[in-house]
């Protein structure tokens, strides 16, 4: 290799006198000190399979890439498939903005008075988040929404400290709660199953009651739930925690809050939630975007994880913006710090910052509005075709379950002969739910318009009907 | 010295711009038959929304400006050097971009059939696979979204190596050196663990003698980055992994400064039991301003249970990629029965991932060694040009070469003039460059940790030491001035204190406003 448009020393003459000024001969001398029995050599190196044995150009690069995610299935329509993360859509302006290279190509903003730009538009973010969710304060990201929830619950145990039980309710995305089993695993912590009420689909409150006592740190609720369904008694909920002086958590899902109360409004302690739907694609996995939020009370604000950005003054009375409250991270407290979050996910928060900037006061009710439609206008239609949809009482935002129990087929049968026609239904959650049985979730979106239901809806009854 | 400055816009908050009215997206209206057959909304008044939301209200055209004009008073490796230490700020080249922004992966839902996502999991193995030889591991998961987010996975694993073995009650301690980067003790906690540190000899190793004194049988782990964050390669590496293993204590790599060997040796041979990588340091996907990251962690395939056959990559979380060869297409695993579960709700990172494949299909393994090898001339060369330029120390390992980075120290120019390294640091943005970490590592008074990566052209190289000389020369001759600094950037230094004061603080604009409004508890 003579040289490479990423390497700009990599030329004979920069290499040379480079070498002159260090006083070395040769390359290979800078790496003496590692012990010969576990130096590679450059042959053993270039034997090893990495990459495509040597080096090649961007347009093999793209061709090969291209080949290989060609194998990827294309559908008719986005999944009808949700579980916490939804085929939303993203606007080309919000691609953009995080695309440029001021944004894209920065890091932290250790250098606040450089990176201004940088910290507005994250101070935006949790500024606007919190307008949404009617929280104070809202720190910089997390992961995603299980890793948020895990904090949280962690969170919640040290503002509460010497209690050691935490509530989760059984409806609360599953995925989420493996999340804060392992976050939680080492600590000792007692996690308590709060159940469902079968009829609305609501966490039961009066047997909420009877497990809340004076051990529990914090009791989270998840609304719309996993089941999709609005959990009508939110506010009660927070109550039933408050009264035994355990944290109130909830997690939401941001476009749902077009149309709902907000975490604020309901009493919670703390707020977390998934910045998916706001602008940032599906991703097969992340990048996502947790959102964390909580009260303006010092002793929850001081134990709360991950980065804020504030408000500040320069010495010349200019308006600006800086890290702040830095005494509760880890590269100032070290193993006493709240967290140990380092890198979050800054971009995916100006993403979702641009998103709803572009929504703003009213786009975000039309836009809850019209998932609510479209997925109520599924329901009926199912309902009218025979399905069984009426699994719960209480209303759903944008998703919901489905039961084959009646028709006495397997959902994976159902799921292939949907595949064979270009469509992915909904999540099987009958592995997770066993009392549910032959039971998949359906969600929609503005990206499912009337005649994507409708293909969807006439698939399922040809299919039911020859099963 | 070229004149720099950085735009400024003044620019408005979100919030004080737009008017009532204004909306910056079209969104498909409702089909009549849709709105027939719903009727309207009946989510019961309990949860249903009574009041408007407060967010603003704007044009796309005010979106588009406001966003753009921050970003021209924002800064990254398409400006100019970011020379911070342990951040590994490479290049990040538009077709690693193009290819994992516009590849279609946004529209791939993590729980979709994998029958359907044949391609993505094909280029998602070939990347664990790259990954474990880069690293000379033998299992790799793609699961953790960043580096902590690696380590808190790798110190989970070492937790329940022990557990599933059976001496956890004993295995209580992880042991850390002093020059760590401050997520390891954090990890370490967070795993449940107690923080032992050891300290650094004048030779920028760790001192090996201390560290015989801490290992014992509570030992669980040590956690350690090599070369270290001073840049130095940790020359009695085999004998601290010996030592560790002697107690079955497991050796954990912390992988920020892989790019200082890359080619030239592999932690798995130097008997690490456990990596981490940042696909965003090393593997050149951009930093985004804080993230997003990736963090796959690699095992090596050390026995935990010989009667149960269980190896330490049956305790990895999340989701591995596996080719079933009697179905001959690739499967998501998810957690067994021994796995520590799962660190994020689904898969990975997978955007970040698909740029790394990209950037290291570009470069092949030869161009990978040209990246070790070109970081490391260009972090002597700076050490070198720095040698003996008045204020500036350059402390542990005196005549040792660098690998990645070097670690300079401002202390003389503080002790003899009071101008400090965030004085130095401030000087640096006016002249248009990026600091170094500053403070960092901690061992180091008045450091600043520099790190300029291959990217950087040896001319930027030169104007860096001229600027740093010229800081001097000002020190020296009017140490006042360099606390005015920085005059070039769009706003003055900032008043922390201030920022953090709880009369002031204002972490989002809803507290700026109730504590204007008096409405503030």
Redesign the interface.
Known sequence: ?EN???????TRD??E???R????GD?S???????A????T?EQ??K???????????IE??K??HG??????T?KT??F?G???Y?HY??P?V?Y??????????????????????M?????Y???M???LEM???N??M?????AAAEAV?MSLRVNKGRTKVILPANM?P??R??V???T???GVKIVNAPFNRETGGVDVEELKKLVDEETAGVYLQ?PNFFGV??????AIGEVAHEKGALFITGVYPIA??????PGE?GADIAVGEGQPLGL????????LGIFATR???NL?RQMPG??????????G?????M??QTR?????????T??????????A?AA??Y????????????A??N???A??AW??MRQAGLTVDLFK??FFNEFPVSFNKQGVKYSFI?EKL?ERGI?GG?YIGDQYPELGETALFAFT?MH??EDIDLLVESLTEITRRG | MRTYR?ANWS?P???EL?SP?????T??E??D???K??GG????E?????K???????S?VE??R??????????????GP?P?GS?T?????R?A???S?N???????????E??????L??MYELQ??LA??VGMDACTLHP?????G??TGV?VI?KYHELKGQLDKKKEIVIPDSAH??N?????????K?IEVPSGSDGNVDFEALKSVVGESTAGLMITNPNTLG??E?R??EIADLLHKYDALLYYDGANLNG?M????PG??GFDIAHINI?KTF?S?????????GPICVKNRLVDREKGIYLSDLL?G?IVVYDEEKGIYRLKG?GSHS?????????????L?WA??Y????????????T??C???T??F???MNGVRGYDIPYGKG??R?HEVVLSAKPMADEVGVTAEDV??GL?DAGF??P??Y?PLIVKEALMTEFT?????ENIERYVERLKEISKIAYENPSKPKEW?LN????????V???H?K?????????V?RLKGE??
């Open positions: 290799m490479h448009p990423w390497i700009p020393s990599l920069q290499v006198k480079i070498l000024v260090i006083g070395v390359v001398e800078l790496f003496n000190d590692i012990p029995s576990i130096k590679l450059r190196w270039d090893l399979e990495i990459g495509f044995g040597k080096p090649i150009s961007e690069a793209k090969i890439l290989k995610l060609s194998k990827n299935t559908l986005p999944p498939m579980g916490g993360f085929p993203v606007p302006l691609k903005i995080i695309s440029r290279g001021e944004f894209l190509t920065a890091y932290t903003p250790y250098q606040a008075e450089i990176s201004q730009g940088l507005q538009a994250i101070f935006e949790q500024s606007l919190a307008e949404l104070d304060v809202v910089a990201s992961y995603d929404w299980g890793s962690l995305n995925y989420h493996k999340v089993e392992s976050y695993w080492p600590h609304y609005v959990e009508a008694d939110a506010k809050l077009g149309l709902l109360k907000s309901l694609g599906l991703n097969y996995g992340g990048p996502y303006f009370d010092m604000v980065r804020i950005i504030g408000l500040a003054e320069s010495h010349r200019e308006r600006g913006f800086a702040i409250l991270e880890q590269h100032i407290r070290r193993e006493k710090a967290s140990n979050i380092c890198t979050n996910e800054a971009l995916m100006i910052a641009v709803l900037s572009m929504l703003g006061k009213n786009g975000l009710v039309k836009l509005e019209i609510y439609y479209r109520h206008y009926a239609k209480w209303d799921h595949l992915h999540l503005e318009f009337k | 950085q620019e908050l979100i919030f737009g009215g204004r909306l910056g997206i969104l498909p409702l089909e038959e849709v709105k057959v719903v909304v009946k989510i019961p309990s949860i249903k929304r009574s408007p939301l407060s967010l603003p209200e704007l796309e979106v588009t406001h966003f753009t004009n921050l970003t021209q008073m924002a800064y990254g490796v398409d400006n970011v911070l951040c700020m490479k290049f990040n080249p077709i971009w193009d290819l922004f590849s279609g992966v946004d529209q791939l839902h993590p729980l979709q059939d029958r359907t996502v044949q391609g993505l094909e280029v696979k790259w030889n880069i979204a960043a580096g902590a987010h380590e808190l989970l937790r401050g997520t003790p954090a990890s370490a906690a967070m795993a449940g663990f923080v130095l390669f020359e590496i085999l060997i080619g030239y040796a592999r041979d130097m965003h050149s951009p930093h985004g301003g804080g993230g997003p990251g990736s979380p989701y957690p520590i579960g799962l660190l994020k709700s689904f898969f990975a990172n997978t955007i970040p698909l494949y990209v290291i299909a570009i470069m092949g393994p030869q161009g990978l060694r040209k990246v090898e070109h490391v001339l260009i002597n060369y050490a070198k040009l040792r070469f690998k640091a401030k943005l990026y600091a970490t500053i960092f291959e990217t950087e052209t040896p920085p950037t769009s706003v003055g230094r900032l008043d922390i201030k920022a953090n709880p002031y603080v204002a972490p989002t604009w809803r507290v700026y109730k503030l508890k």
